[in-house]
């Protein structure tokens, strides 16, 4: 069975074919010829992530699923939530996005945060969605190379290590992707 999984990020495609096996093809945004940055207008990440597979189903009829990801931080009443990406403007950059992030917090006591995916599976005309969470804390500074986005400021409860820190198999076995993902590839398999 041919899926589109809605993104070009390659080592995501990777990671998610492994967990699958060859019972299914995995393409991307890029293989089916879509090139635009689909739209994510709604205030919520679930919501984003539906249409986001919306989108690729609708205009491409090929059997999807999307993935959206954000950073809830207690102190900053949720923020900076759907806006992980864009926190500190539209040039998507990480550093930005952390520098502002920790700026916010500066005197703040209570940092509390979770980082939450939400996955919306398109399979024969349905829609199903799958969400992984991960609790933690931010740091007051970045630690670690590995990783992308918020990872080197995020410390899930119970370790000392940021995701940064960590290998990308310690990272995945804890991470709100790696649950969602867990969760859809499980369906999948069953269906």
Not at 28 to 35: F, H, K, Q, R, V
Not at 58 to 82: K, M, R, S, W
Not at 130 to 144: C, M, Y
């Amino acid at each position: 069975m041919k899926l589109c999984f809605a993104t070009n990020n390659l080592h995501k495609l990777e990671e998610i074919q492994a967990l699958l096996g060859d019972q299914f093809e995995l393409v991307t945004l890029a293989d089916i010829g879509c090139n635009v940055d689909i739209p994510e207008p709604f205030d919520t990440i679930a919501e984003n992530s539906h249409e986001k597979a919306r989108y690729v189903r609708d205009n491409f009829a090929i059997d999807c699923f999307a993935d959206d990801t954000g950073l809830v931080v207690d102190a900053l009443n949720g923020e900076p939530g759907v806006k992980s990406a864009r926190y500190a403007g539209e040039q998507r950059d990480s550093n930005d996005n952390i520098g502002l992030l920790l700026n916010k917090l500066a005197s703040e006591q209570n940092r509390t945060a979770r980082f939450l995916t939400v996955i919306t599976l398109s399979l024969e005309g349905e829609y199903y969605q799958f969400e992984g969470s991960v609790e933690g804390s931010i740091i007051d500074d970045k630690r670690g190379t590995n990783g992308f986005g918020y990872d080197p400021v995020f410390v899930p409860k119970g370790h000392s290590r940021t995701f940064a820190e960590m290998t990308m198999q310690e990272k995945s076995e804890l991470s709100h992707r790696g649950r969602a993902f867990a969760k859809l590839v499980a369906f999948l398999k069953a269906h």
